[in-house]
């Protein structure tokens, strides 16, 4: 029994143990089923390279969201501050003139 048949053995239900097993009806050399290993891990490698693709791209996605946030929570902060200074100035005003009571 050849390595690649011991390992075969240990993969039971998985695709690739299927995909070695049989071609046409006709059992495989080593080789063969060695060439199908290596392009379903082919196969395997080109997806892995699109999700690390799309991976890196929601990633900075997300960074540019984070970073907006954190611009409009400043930004918000601002405002309110100035509210405040503004509300206090027109309440002062409002207490020199004696319209609101002390």
């Known amino acids: ?3 690649l048949e011991n390992l ?7 695709m690739l143990y299927y995909i070695t ?4 009806g006709e059992s495989m050399t080593d080789s063969g089923k060695l060439d199908l290993l290596l392009e379903q891990l082919q196969k395997i490698n080109n997806r892995l390279d ?5 991976q890196d ?7 540019d969201l984070s970073l907006d946030i954190k611009l409009s929570e400043r ?6 501050h100035t509210l405040q200074d503004e509300m ?3 309440i002062e005003v409002l207490k020199q003139n004696e319209l609101v009571p002390n």
């Open 88 to 90: 206090e100035t027109v």
């Open 8 to 14: 075969m053995d240990y993969m039971p239900g998985h």
């Open 57 to 63: 791209m929601s990633h900075k996605k997300f960074n």
């Open 21 to 24: 097993q049989t071609k046409g």
């Open 1 to 3: 029994m050849s390595c």
């Open 50 to 54: 699109i999700i690390e693709l799309k």
């Open 75 to 80: 930004n918000i902060r601002n405002d309110i």
